[in-house]
């Protein structure tokens, strides 16, 4: 009977143990697969926000990059507008001071005016458009004299009214007579 | 003896119990341990991430801010340095036209560039300062006269030089002869 209960309790044991095994395989199952499921999301997560970081961190340096860019461009040509509503007021001197008859006083002023109009726009960066031989980017004809030999074609034969750029940016072309 | 054998057996059982109960605690520590590092790793990593992707996004839209703020302010006062730099030329054209004996031409002539050039400042949002009393901030004294009954202290008697300003931002005082 000894020996008997012994080995029945010996089979209890057994079962016992893999009853107890059974419910740790279980627990770790259990706990397993929440347990992957939670690393895997928090790698995403660090995935996902990693490269959201990344494309913020390359935006931010763009909208920099462009910020400057624009501010550069900005400051170059920001005399544009009102160098340009200005030179009508540098035509009418220049016309002015062609009239015959002018005091040396008037003339000596106008003079000055002129001057200090185009040292301003010079200063800006406001040249006045080389007259040579007709180029199209830079001059309007507005009228066309036959070319002869001594006027080859596309030689000027009078600037009407000066044109003028800012930088390497047209403000109006040159108007121009052209042979042809 | 069958009680005690039973009661020995019964206490290996629990012995054994708790040792498999112990082999397996630990081997729960033993996963627990490294699975938790590598999940607390990848959380922790997903957090710094969205810590730097935040601080990336806010500081992109301070950029952008900032940016947008320059640029306004920029595109408000482009013409600051060009319209000071006019602002002679309008000076000269106004004491031309004070001159005596101008022909009706010149007279016309001058009149129409001096107003097309106060047009294109007004344009660009240059105006005269207004002169009533005097202050300090828009104007200069260059001179003072004793004030009396009909003058009292801060009345203007002269405007010697216009002032003017882009938008609130003063360009140069009026210079002006005032009674105190």
Do not use: C
């Amino acid at each position: 009977m000894a020996e008997e209960a012994k080995e029945e309790i010996k089979n209890e044991n057994i079962e016992a143990k893999e009853e107890v095994e059974e419910t740790v395989v279980e627990e770790l199952a259990e706990e397993k697969t929440p347990k992957k499921t939670e690393l895997e999301l928090a790698q995403e997560k660090a995935e996902e926000f990693e490269n959201k970081y990344l494309r913020a961190h390359a935006e931010m340096q763009n909208v920099q990059r462009r910020a400057n860019e624009e501010r550069q461009q900005l400051q170059k040509y920001r005399s544009q507008d009102l160098a340009k509503a200005i030179l009508p007021s540098l035509d009418n001197l220049e016309r002015a001071l062609a009239v015959e008859g002018l005091t040396d006083d008037v003339k000596k002023g106008l003079e000055m005016t002129r001057d200090s109009l185009i040292r301003a726009l010079n200063e800006e960066g406001v040249e006045e458009v080389v007259v040579e031989s007709f180029d199209h980017n830079l001059h309007m004809a507005v009228q066309t004299l036959p070319a002869d030999e001594e006027h080859p074609a596309d030689s000027i034969a009078q600037v009407l009214q000066k044109g003028y750029k800012l930088h390497e940016r047209l403000l109006r072309p040159a108007m121009v007579v052209v042979y042809s």
